[in-house]
Structure formats: C-alpha cells, structure tokens
C-alpha cells in the first residue's frame, strides 16, 4: 500500500523552467529510454528496491544538468544505484543517451522539482548518499533567496539519510560555499567529515568546465557531511 502526500505550501523553486535547445538526438532518446529508465512523478513513496529490481546502497543526485559526471560515476560504481533528478529536458534526454551508449543499468531518472519528489516519493532513512553538484548559484543578492541550500530543505532532505549516510555539496561560487557550510553546519543531524571543506573525491570526476575554470584560477570548494544520528 502506497502512502499519498500532500502539502498546502507552496515553496521557493530553485530553478527556472527554461527549456533550451533539445537536439534530434536527445528527444529521441526521451522518446524510446524515458519509458525504460525515466520514473514519472507521483505524490506516493517510491520502493528504491522494487525501482531497481535489486537490494543496494541509494545515491539521490539533486540536479544532473548534462549528465556525463552523472554517467561517469555510474560505470565507474555498477555495484550503487543512482536515482537522479533533473528538470531540463536537453540534460535528461544527454543522460539517457549515455546510459545507452554505456549500457549502464543503475541510473533511474525523474524530471520534476527535486523538493517535490524528495517531501512526497522518498522514504525515511532510505538513501546512502546524497550528491548535489554544482547548483545554480543565484548569484545576485536578491535573488539568494533561490538557492536550494537552506536550511529548511536540509532539515527535510537529511531525514530521508540513512545513519552514517553522506551529503556531498560542491559548488565554485565562494560566497554560495559559505553559505552551504553555514547551513550543513548548522542543522544538528549532520557531522562534517572534514574542518571546513573537504579535498575532493575521487568519485567526482573533474568536469571540463571546473577544468578550465582551475586553469584560470577560479575556486571550487567540496563539503561533505554524513548523517550521525
């Protein structure tokens, strides 16, 4: 038995539904993979063992833009499952590609608003891992109040952490970065795993936007928390 949620609240969205460009290729991908790995949005508790159809630790990605960091850590992790979550067509139908042309079978994806899902499909204490890389910064002062990583969301997004589970934030905005160590710091589940920001992982791949950016001398700071109690 499903269990259906509801919310009279309307939230801040993080995001701005701008549909850009989508090639040939990607809306075909959408077309003929969506309906194999593409989970449709519904206000019940999603079954992560059923969704995969094998008992494994759970990585939730919080906006996957064009996939390829996405796809690498996939191949590069087959024995983890990977739900992902993103709202821009072109991005999901450059996964979908991927995934087929890396025979990947451990990526399921959801196109709707992350807040949404993870307050109305995720269960309690069901993920292992969170990764959350690279979201818009809202650079301008008025518009901070967009960001994703406040407080409110990661009082609710750490509950669907198991004990002992990860939260990884990278970000190559200084002041975002602060903000987000501020906010992780703050809510008292979580634990830093390091004295401010972490080196790192090796299981983020460095894509060629941060490689460029390093070469010119641009900053990008990673944080990674894990759920203590």
């Known amino acids: 038995m499903t ?49 995969f159809s094998r008992p494994a630790p759970k990585i939730l990605e919080i906006g996957f833009g064009m996939g390829d960091s996405t796809a690498t850590i996939a191949a590069a992790h087959p024995e983890l499952d990977y739900l992902c979550l993103e709202v821009h067509t072109p991005g999901v139908g450059n996964l979908l590609k991927l995934i087929d042309s890396e025979q990947l079978t451990n990526i399921r994806i959801i196109q709707h608003d992350a807040v949404e899902v993870i307050r109305d499909m995720l269960d309690d204490g069901s993920l292992d891992g969170i990764h959350i890389f690279f979201p818009d910064p809202w650079h301008k002062a008025r518009h901070n109040k967009r960001r994703l990583i406040q407080s409110p969301f990661i009082a609710q997004l750490v509950q669907k952490l198991k004990v002992g589970g990860y939260i990884h934030v990278a970000t190559d905005w200084e002041d975002y970065a602060v903000q987000v160590l501020a906010v992780l710091s703050a809510e008292p589940l979580l634990k830093n795993t390091c004295t401010d920001y972490a080196p790192r992982p090796e299981y983020r791949p460095l894509t060629k936007f941060e490689k460029r950016g390093l070469n010119l001398g641009h900053g990008v700071w990673d944080l990674v928390f894990v759920r203590a109690s």
């Open 3 to 51: 269990e259906s949620i509801t919310s009279e609240h309307p939230h801040i969205r993080s995001f701005v539904r701008r549909q850009g460009r989508v090639s040939p290729a990607q809306q075909r991908a959408c077309e003929t993979l969506l309906p194999q790995f593409g989970i449709a949005y519904q206000a019940n508790r999603l079954d992560l063992e059923t969704t």
